[in-house]
């Protein structure tokens, strides 16, 4: 299973089980949606879907339409990520991202940046790589996706970026004993 599309249903799946989210309702944005794998899955959580993405070739890719003629993303913008989300302040009622981008300032610059552009009581969903405890600051090196973060760093990171903590939990994406361990969070913001 690709780690994209595993993650993706994680997130998606922890949207849909929270209560108080009606889903298909409101505007969503995912963060660096790649070429748009992820798209079909985050969706159907909102009524609007805006893709984010920092390379201009993928854009392009997540722009295509599907083959049945629709379109997956409402729009699709070339931008960096952070700055796109600080920019856009409330904006959105939910910010997935599969497989966010993990390393220790860009995490925290990333939830800063979702916490201005979330609307009160908006959720921010997505995975990062999972670290045991212990790790010095919270934070490792080696992921696929950059480094890997302890429950309680996640946990201050949100707290820094006045966002409530709803689970932060370790999940395995892929096959058994080989899956890849990530951290699944789902945080709200604050009236």
């Not at 890719?61 to 003629?69: E, F, I, T, V």
């Amino acid at each position: 299973m690709d780690l994209a599309l595993g993650c993706a249903r994680f997130v998606s799946e922890v949207v849909l089980e929270y209560q108080g989210y009606v889903c298909g309702k409101g505007a969503t944005a995912e963060a660096s949606c790649g070429f748009g794998l992820c798209g079909p899955i985050f969706s159907p959580l909102g009524e609007t879907l805006v893709g984010v993405e920092p390379s201009a070739a993928l854009a392009d890719q997540a722009r295509r339409l599907r083959h049945d003629g629709s379109r997956v993303y409402t729009d699709v913008v070339t931008a960096d990520v952070p700055s796109f989300f600080r920019a856009n302040r409330s904006a959105f009622d939910l910010l997935t991202c599969a497989t966010a981008s993990s390393s220790s300032g860009t995490l925290d610059s990333w939830l800063a940046a979702f916490a201005t552009s979330l609307r009160p009581q908006g959720l921010v969903a997505f995975t990062v790589g999972y670290a045991e405890e212990g790790t010095t600051l919270g934070v490792a090196g080696d992921d696929p996706g950059g480094c890997r973060h302890s429950e309680p760093h996640v946990r201050a990171a949100l707290r820094a970026a006045g966002l409530a903590a709803k689970l932060v939990h370790p999940v395995s994406v892929g096959a058994n004993a080989t899956g890849l361990n990530r951290l699944l969070v789902l945080a709200k913001k604050p009236r």
